[in-house]
């Protein structure tokens, strides 16, 4: 069992910058798959970042060249950098896990996840 837990939302105007972060319960998250998804109101969960345990990265077309997903030094902790916000990146932003083959932007893998974290932007 893994325990997901997010922090680091918030408000931010048009063009500002938000560092998501997602706790870990396990220390073997590291042979996981890590992603972020999204889901805006009245909209269905989306893909945005996944990293798999050999490193290797997926992006959302949406976010590509803006946000980095990444495992920092800090134990067990997982991060979305997220720059040049826009209003359309306004979601309640979820870190999921699997270890299952595979590592991509489908929710349908991933059977560990956090409980959410909200980022509002605003124009």
């Known amino acids: 069992q893994v325990q997901l837990v997010e922090s680091g939302g918030g408000s931010v105007q048009a063009g500002g910058s938000l560092n998501l972060s997602c706790a870990a319960s396990?220390?073997?998250?590291?042979?996981?798959?890590m992603g972020w998804f999204r889901q805006a109101p009245g909209k269905g969960r989306e893909g945005v970042a996944a990293l798999d345990f050999d490193g290797a990265t997926k992006y959302a077309g949406s976010v590509k060249g803006r946000f980095t997903i990444s495992k920092g030094n800090a134990k067990n902790t997982l991060y979305l950098q997220m720059n040049s916000l826009k209003p359309e990146d306004t979601a309640m932003y979820y870190c999921?896990?699997?270890?299952?083959?595979?590592?991509?932007?489908?929710?349908?893998?991933?059977?560990?996840w956090g409980q959410g974290t909200q980022v509002t932007v605003s124009s």
């Open positions: 999921a896990a699997h270890s299952h083959w595979g590592c991509d932007l489908g929710d349908a893998e991933y059977n560990y």
């Open positions: 396990t220390s073997t998250y590291s042979n996981y798959c």
